[in-house]
Nanobody
């Protein structure tokens, strides 16, 4: 059974940094893509960043230059380094792993990130 467990969320002041981690267990060999999505209160879930097993990454325009996604394939872990955080980054952040972009894949339980102004 596949499990994704996020950690690293919390409360931070605007301009601060946080690092999220997502550890995957189970049949993770099919996780060609791993990514982070977020859902703010009253809004739809949106893609923040995604990274291919080979290292190629893409980002939402709103986080480019501030967030960095990385992964350690040996540890089945994906990270999201978030710098220069803004109040509008406040959301529940979810980890996702999938074999292809055409599938929904697996989701973690989410971790809350709150940025105070």
């Amino acid at each position: 059974q596949v499990q994704l467990v996020e950690s690293g969320g919390g409360l931070v002041q605007a301009g601060g940094s946080l690092r999220l981690s997502c550890a995957a267990s189970g049949s993770t060999a099919s996780f060609t893509f791993m990514g982070w999505h977020r859902q703010a209160l009253g809004k739809q879930r949106e893609l923040v960043a995604r990274i291919h097993r080979g290292g190629l990454a893409n980002y939402a325009d709103s986080v480019k230059g501030r967030f960095t996604i990385s992964r350690d394939n040996a540890k089945n872990t994906v990270y999201l380094q978030m710098n220069s955080l803004k109040p509008e980054d406040t959301a529940v952040y979810y980890c996702n792993g999938k074999p292809s972009l055409a599938t929904n894949g697996y989701w973690g339980q989410g971790t809350q990130v709150t940025v105070s102004s």
